[in-house]
């Protein structure tokens, strides 16, 4: 079993950054793939962002360049640097988790952070 709790959401200006972190315990940290995904009102939830156990990364086309995912085993953290924030970006943000390899990563979730963006 895994627990993830996030943190670090708020409301900021468009063109402005935010940093979610992510704090997992309850297994082997090194061992899962993480992500973040995102929730907007009327919307499905999307991945924005995902790191694999050896540190791969990948984007949602409508992050890259803007959104930086990295994680830290030592401290069994994984965050998502947010830069040149759009009003698009407003969302319920959520870290995932999953183990044995399996992508995308979605087998375990955080409560949820809100990300605002004004414009």
């Known amino acids: 079993q895994v627990q993830l709790v996030e943190s670090g959401g708020g409301l900021v200006q468009a063109g402005g950054s935010l940093r979610l972190s992510c704090a997992a315990s309850?297994?082997?940290?090194?061992?899962?793939?993480m992500g973040w995904y995102r929730q907007a009102p009327g919307k499905q939830r999307e991945l924005v962002a995902g790191i694999r156990r050896a540190g791969t990364t990948m984007y949602a086309d409508s992050v890259k360049g803007r959104f930086t995912i990295s994680r830290d085993n030592a401290k069994k953290t994984v965050d998502l640097q947010m830069n040149s924030l759009k009003p698009e970006d407003t969302a319920d943000y959520y870290c995932?988790?999953?183990?044995?390899?399996?992508?995308?990563?979605?087998?375990?979730w955080g409560q949820g952070t809100q990300v605002t963006v004004s414009s």
């Open positions: 309850g297994s082997i940290f090194s061992t899962l793939g």
């Open positions: 995932s988790a999953s183990a044995l390899g399996k992508w995308p990563p979605n087998d375990y």
